[in-house]
């Protein structure tokens, strides 16, 4: 069974010392974590119908031709 709700404004103080110092101690991790073999931004120019072909299956494509290009040049899958 739920408590019934007594206090309205039942919420800790997070400006107290004791909580000031968790949020000090507390790791700021920001952003997506760093990949070990990072993508290479690049400009290349394909064919429109080769483009709208990828872009036709759905979201990803862009990975999509990314795995066609390796197996194209014999580099096999990625892990």
Do not use: C, Y
Not at 20 to 36: E, T, Y
Not at 43 to 66: C, E, Y
Request: net charge negative.
């Amino acid at each position: 069974m739920v408590p019934a709700w007594s206090d309205p404004d039942d919420a800790p103080d997070l400006a107290t010392e004791e909580w000031l110092g968790v949020f000090d101690a507390a790791p700021v991790i920001r952003g997506r974590p760093k990949s070990p073999s990072p993508k290479v931004a690049t400009t290349l120019r394909l064919d429109p119908d080769i483009v709208a072909h990828f872009r036709a299956s759905g979201p990803g494509w862009q990975t999509r031709i990314n795995e066609t290009l390796r197996r194209a040049a014999g580099l096999g899958e990625k892990s």
